[in-house]
Protein backbone atom coordinates (compact mmCIF):
# COMPACT_ATOMS: atom_id res chain seq x y z
CA UNK A 1 0.00 0.00 0.00
CA UNK A 2 1.53 3.26 -1.00
CA UNK A 3 1.61 6.15 1.35
CA UNK A 4 -0.13 9.44 1.15
CA UNK A 5 2.28 11.62 -0.53
CA UNK A 6 2.32 15.20 1.96
CA UNK A 7 3.90 18.07 1.17
CA UNK A 8 7.40 16.92 3.12
CA UNK A 9 7.25 13.83 1.47
CA UNK A 10 7.10 15.74 -1.87
CA UNK A 11 10.41 17.15 -0.89
CA UNK A 12 11.97 13.61 -1.63
CA UNK A 13 11.26 13.30 -5.01
CA UNK A 14 13.11 17.19 -5.25
CA UNK A 15 16.08 15.79 -3.38
CA UNK A 16 16.13 12.90 -5.72
CA UNK A 17 16.16 15.43 -8.98
CA UNK A 18 18.54 17.06 -7.27
CA UNK A 19 21.03 14.42 -6.97
CA UNK A 20 19.97 13.04 -10.41
CA UNK A 21 21.41 16.30 -11.66
CA UNK A 22 24.50 16.77 -9.56
CA UNK A 23 25.81 13.07 -10.97
CA UNK A 24 24.82 14.09 -14.91
CA UNK A 25 26.89 17.16 -14.00
CA UNK A 26 29.66 15.07 -12.63
CA UNK A 27 29.41 12.79 -16.22
CA UNK A 28 29.48 15.73 -18.05
CA UNK A 29 32.73 17.41 -16.78
CA UNK A 30 34.80 13.86 -16.78
CA UNK A 31 34.00 14.34 -20.52
CA UNK A 32 35.43 17.82 -20.64
CA UNK A 33 38.64 15.96 -19.02
CA UNK A 34 39.02 13.78 -21.06
CA UNK A 35 38.51 15.74 -24.04
CA UNK A 36 40.79 17.92 -22.78
CA UNK A 37 43.42 16.67 -19.81
CA UNK A 38 46.18 19.31 -20.68
CA UNK A 39 43.71 21.04 -18.14
CA UNK A 40 43.37 18.41 -16.12
CA UNK A 41 43.88 20.36 -12.36
CA UNK A 42 40.64 22.56 -13.72
CA UNK A 43 38.50 20.04 -15.07
CA UNK A 44 39.18 18.24 -12.21
CA UNK A 45 38.79 20.68 -9.53
CA UNK A 46 35.57 21.53 -10.70
CA UNK A 47 34.52 17.40 -10.51
CA UNK A 48 36.28 17.87 -6.48
CA UNK A 49 33.31 20.43 -5.98
CA UNK A 50 30.53 18.35 -7.84
CA UNK A 51 31.53 15.29 -5.14
CA UNK A 52 31.07 17.47 -2.28
CA UNK A 53 27.67 19.00 -3.45
CA UNK A 54 26.56 15.41 -3.72
CA UNK A 55 27.85 14.47 -0.16
CA UNK A 56 25.59 17.56 1.23
CA UNK A 57 22.60 16.13 -1.31
CA UNK A 58 23.44 13.06 0.40
CA UNK A 59 23.35 14.54 3.69
CA UNK A 60 20.28 16.60 3.48
CA UNK A 61 18.48 13.49 2.37
CA UNK A 62 19.43 11.59 5.19
CA UNK A 63 18.77 14.53 7.55
CA UNK A 64 15.40 14.78 5.92
CA UNK A 65 14.65 10.91 6.53
CA UNK A 66 15.46 10.53 10.40
CA UNK A 67 13.07 13.99 10.66
CA UNK A 68 9.74 13.01 8.52
CA UNK A 69 7.46 10.93 10.34
CA UNK A 70 5.98 9.78 7.13
CA UNK A 71 7.97 8.62 3.90
CA UNK A 72 6.58 8.14 0.37
CA UNK A 73 8.77 4.87 0.62
CA UNK A 74 10.58 2.72 3.47
CA UNK A 75 13.76 4.17 4.76
CA UNK A 76 15.73 1.62 3.76
CA UNK A 77 14.99 2.01 0.14
CA UNK A 78 15.39 5.70 0.39
CA UNK A 79 18.85 5.46 2.10
CA UNK A 80 19.82 2.86 -0.32
CA UNK A 81 19.05 5.07 -3.27
CA UNK A 82 20.83 8.54 -1.66
CA UNK A 83 23.74 6.22 -0.75
CA UNK A 84 23.97 4.33 -4.39
CA UNK A 85 23.83 7.74 -5.85
CA UNK A 86 26.71 8.81 -4.29
CA UNK A 87 28.75 6.16 -4.51
CA UNK A 88 28.40 6.85 -8.88
CA UNK A 89 29.64 10.27 -7.79
CA UNK A 90 32.69 9.24 -5.66
CA UNK A 91 33.45 6.56 -8.81
CA UNK A 92 33.89 9.75 -11.44
CA UNK A 93 35.63 11.37 -8.59
CA UNK A 94 37.94 8.95 -8.34
CA UNK A 95 38.47 8.51 -12.19
CA UNK A 96 39.35 12.57 -12.73
CA UNK A 97 41.80 11.95 -9.84
CA UNK A 98 43.90 9.39 -11.29
CA UNK A 99 43.90 11.25 -14.36
CA UNK A 100 44.54 14.52 -13.07
CA UNK A 101 47.69 13.19 -10.77
CA UNK A 102 48.80 10.47 -12.91
CA UNK A 103 49.67 13.13 -15.48
CA UNK A 104 47.22 11.46 -18.58
CA UNK A 105 47.52 13.21 -21.83
CA UNK A 106 46.07 10.49 -23.75
CA UNK A 107 42.73 8.78 -23.18
CA UNK A 108 42.65 4.88 -24.26
CA UNK A 109 39.32 4.96 -26.35
CA UNK A 110 37.96 2.39 -24.22
CA UNK A 111 37.85 5.31 -21.49
CA UNK A 112 35.60 7.25 -23.41
CA UNK A 113 32.99 4.51 -24.62
CA UNK A 114 32.77 3.62 -20.81
CA UNK A 115 31.84 7.46 -20.13
CA UNK A 116 29.57 7.77 -23.25
CA UNK A 117 27.47 4.97 -21.62
CA UNK A 118 27.33 5.88 -18.26
CA UNK A 119 25.93 8.84 -19.69
CA UNK A 120 22.91 7.49 -21.45
CA UNK A 121 22.54 5.86 -17.87
CA UNK A 122 22.51 8.99 -15.93
CA UNK A 123 20.06 10.55 -18.26
CA UNK A 124 18.14 7.38 -17.79
CA UNK A 125 18.25 7.72 -14.27
CA UNK A 126 17.02 11.49 -14.13
CA UNK A 127 13.99 10.38 -16.19
CA UNK A 128 13.80 7.38 -13.77
CA UNK A 129 13.55 9.88 -10.55
CA UNK A 130 11.08 12.22 -12.32
CA UNK A 131 8.85 9.54 -12.66
CA UNK A 132 9.08 8.09 -8.89
CA UNK A 133 5.87 10.22 -7.69
CA UNK A 134 3.50 9.04 -9.98
CA UNK A 135 5.00 5.66 -10.63
CA UNK A 136 5.15 5.61 -14.36
CA UNK A 137 6.86 4.01 -17.01
CA UNK A 138 9.55 3.13 -14.60
CA UNK A 139 9.71 -0.69 -15.95
CA UNK A 140 10.57 0.34 -19.69
CA UNK A 141 13.20 3.01 -18.29
CA UNK A 142 14.72 0.05 -15.44
CA UNK A 143 15.02 -2.44 -18.63
CA UNK A 144 16.98 0.11 -20.69
CA UNK A 145 19.64 0.61 -17.42
CA UNK A 146 20.21 -2.86 -17.40
CA UNK A 147 20.86 -3.15 -21.07
CA UNK A 148 23.18 -0.05 -21.13
CA UNK A 149 25.01 -1.59 -18.23
CA UNK A 150 25.43 -4.98 -20.27
CA UNK A 151 27.23 -3.09 -23.06
CA UNK A 152 29.34 -1.65 -20.30
CA UNK A 153 30.18 -4.95 -19.11
CA UNK A 154 31.31 -6.07 -22.72
CA UNK A 155 33.38 -2.87 -23.16
CA UNK A 156 34.99 -3.50 -19.91
CA UNK A 157 36.19 -7.04 -20.66
CA UNK A 158 36.99 -6.24 -23.89
CA UNK A 159 39.43 -3.67 -22.06
CA UNK A 160 41.04 -6.09 -20.25
CA UNK A 161 41.47 -8.61 -22.53
CA UNK A 162 43.74 -5.50 -24.29
CA UNK A 163 45.41 -4.08 -21.16
CA UNK A 164 46.75 -7.62 -20.78
CA UNK A 165 47.74 -8.08 -24.44
CA UNK A 166 51.18 -7.42 -23.85
CA UNK A 167 50.35 -4.17 -25.79
CA UNK A 168 51.44 -1.60 -23.21
CA UNK A 169 53.96 -1.41 -20.48
CA UNK A 170 53.44 -2.59 -16.69
CA UNK A 171 52.75 0.52 -15.09
CA UNK A 172 50.78 1.78 -17.63
CA UNK A 173 48.59 -1.62 -17.22
CA UNK A 174 48.47 -1.02 -13.68
CA UNK A 175 47.72 2.77 -14.38
CA UNK A 176 44.80 2.13 -16.87
CA UNK A 177 43.00 -1.29 -15.07
CA UNK A 178 42.23 1.00 -11.82
CA UNK A 179 40.69 3.97 -13.77
CA UNK A 180 38.35 1.24 -16.09
CA UNK A 181 37.26 -0.80 -13.19
CA UNK A 182 36.60 2.75 -10.94
CA UNK A 183 34.79 3.28 -14.17
CA UNK A 184 32.90 -0.40 -14.31
CA UNK A 185 32.05 0.56 -11.00
CA UNK A 186 30.55 3.57 -11.74
CA UNK A 187 28.38 1.87 -14.40
CA UNK A 188 27.47 -1.25 -11.63
CA UNK A 189 25.97 1.37 -8.80
CA UNK A 190 24.12 2.71 -11.56
CA UNK A 191 22.11 -0.05 -12.36
CA UNK A 192 22.08 -0.58 -8.31
CA UNK A 193 19.43 2.51 -8.71
CA UNK A 194 17.47 0.59 -11.35
CA UNK A 195 17.55 -1.99 -9.20
CA UNK A 196 16.03 -0.20 -5.98
CA UNK A 197 13.60 1.16 -8.12
CA UNK A 198 12.67 -2.32 -9.22
CA UNK A 199 11.82 -3.24 -5.98
CA UNK A 200 9.95 0.06 -5.42
CA UNK A 201 7.98 -0.95 -8.28
CA UNK A 202 6.67 -4.35 -6.86
CA UNK A 203 6.02 -2.79 -3.79
CA UNK A 204 4.14 0.10 -4.02
CA UNK A 205 3.23 0.45 -7.90
Known amino acids: MRFKIT ?32 NAASRYAAIKGIERRGDDLTEQILQRLHSSFVTPFDREDIHNLAETIDDVVDKIHHVSQMIALTGIVEVIPELHEQIAVLALMVGEVKELFSRLENMRGLREIVERLGQLEREGDEIYRRTLARLFSGELEVLEVLKWKDIIESMEDALDRTEDVARIVSSLVVKYA
Open 7 to 38: PSNREFFQDFTAVAQNLIDAVDRLGELLADTQ
